[in-house]
């Protein structure tokens, strides 16, 4: 089955900025939403931004708002997340997932349990 993929992890050091891509491997087609999770060694897989297909809709994890932007990237429903004055429990595995639902600002889902499409990550680390 086609998946993300990631791109733009690297090792950085603390106050530093890093943009993660994330593209289609091919095989999906029409409008999604997409999102950014990310796994920290020994930590359960957690939510970090949300955007809707069209752009109109943006959530963001507490930690990570006024730091990262999430936006949509052109075609084969591309996705960024541009990461700046980045800190060392912004270390992690950051995965890239598509899901079919709509987002609006009504929504709820977005934070836990999407299913459709997930990319392999990318891995950040952050030096103190």
């Known amino acids: 089955q086609a998946q993300l993929v990631e791109s733009g992890g690297g090792l950085v050091q603390a106050g530093d900025s890093l943009r993660l891509s994330c593209r289609s491997s091919g095989g999906i087609y029409g409008a999604y939403t997409m999102g950014w999770f990310r796994q920290a060694p020994g930590q359960e897989r957690e939510f970090v931004a949300a955007?809707?297909?069209?752009?109109?809709?943006?959530y963001y994890e507490d930690t990570v708002k006024g730091r990262f932007t999430i936006s949509r990237q052109g075609a084969s429903i591309g996705v960024a997340l541009e990461m700046n004055n980045l800190r060392p429990e912004d270390t992690a595995v950051y995965y890239c997932?598509?899901?079919?639902?709509?987002?609006?600002?009504?929504?709820?889902?977005?934070?836990?349990?999407?299913?459709?499409?997930w990319g392999q990550g990318t891995l950040v680390t952050v030096s103190s």
């Open positions: 997932a598509a899901d079919q639902r709509q987002l609006s600002y009504k929504s709820t889902w977005y934070n836990r349990r999407w299913g459709d499409y």
């Open positions: 955007i809707s297909w069209n752009g109109a809709e943006t």
